[in-house]
């Protein structure tokens, strides 16, 4: 069985000039099942913090309570299961210009 973990990037950057930075992911963990005919299918059981956990290391953006972060950090403002497997992520990066 493998695991597969697929990133999509939705918004990336600044709505306008002087604004802060905005990202958002939707984040699908998957299976392949080899039981008969090999298929892909949503991976169960992921709940949002573990999703978070993984989203956090592969889109690179860090929960305002994290300690040994700066002030260029990315910084999550909304997590959403929208379906089995499936996550969408909200982040903001500060504008410090």
């Not at 169960?44 to 950090?73: H, M, P």
Request: proline share 3%.
């Amino acid at each position: 069985m493998k695991q597969f973990i697929k990133i999509e990037t939705l918004r990336s950057g600044q709505p306008k000039p002087y604004a802060d930075s905005e990202y958002e992911y939707l984040v699908t963990f998957t299976i392949e099942r080899q039981h008969g005919k090999m298929e892909i299918i949503p991976q169960t059981g992921i709940d949002i913090k573990r999703a978070i956990e993984v989203a956090k290391i592969l889109c690179k953006f860090s929960e305002r309570n994290d300690e040994g972060t700066n002030w260029a950090s990315c910084f999550l403002n909304q997590s959403k299961k929208e379906s089995e497997g499936v996550f969408r992520f909200n982040c903001t990066a500060e504008y410090t210009g």
